[in-house]
């Protein structure tokens, strides 16, 4: 009988490789992100407006304010869907810079009145959360800052309502409303696809900013 050989070399096996490497990559859809993104935002808004009650000594109902809440909720919940969706797709420096940005600027209707207190939880908790190509101690030190405003939130909550039940769901919505924020903006936070990092001095800056709304928040506590 005639012998039938197969002889496959390493060539045979990298050409085949290779040819596999250089068919189309499928393109992420991310539209079903950019739809998904105002509704996630509103549902979010809801959530924390009952919260809000929640803790509240006397709960009071305006349209405004709620209307305003759920607004801010849902503006967030659109710029942090650019900011997912664009980090997916884009191929550009400029391009993701510019989808971080507006997810940054997204975030801030969030800390007006009395939410400007939990405006270094949500900053310095999303840079511990996101920037993995920091040192332990950087993200470890947003990490405590990020803690402070929860720590006096929690104290509020205890003295107004006493170790209760009530304080308890208190804090849980508090965890759960503004954890899902740093979770739902990690995007924004994340460094640059391409390894690009921020100078020192910008650095600074961005830590005086982040530090500033703390001081002034334990100064106002220590001395009323």
Known sequence: MPLCAVCITVTDIAESLQTRSELPTRTPRVWPI??????????????ARVWMRVISDDPEFSWSGTIFI???????????SVAIATRRRARRRWTLTIARVVGVIGLFPLFTGAGSVMLPTVIAGGLAYARTDWSRIARVVCLAV??????????????SFGWSVHTLLGFAGLLAVYGTIVVAARSTFAPQLDGWRLPRWAMVIVVILICVPVLMLVAGRVFT
């Open 70 to 80: 759920l607004a801010a909720f849902t503006l967030c919940g659109v710029t942090q």
């Open 34 to 47: 950019l739809v998904a993104g105002p509704f996630a935002g509103l549902a979010l808004g809801i959530a």
């Open 146 to 159: 990020a803690m402070l405003p929860v720590l006096f939130v929690a104290k509020d909550l205890v003295d």
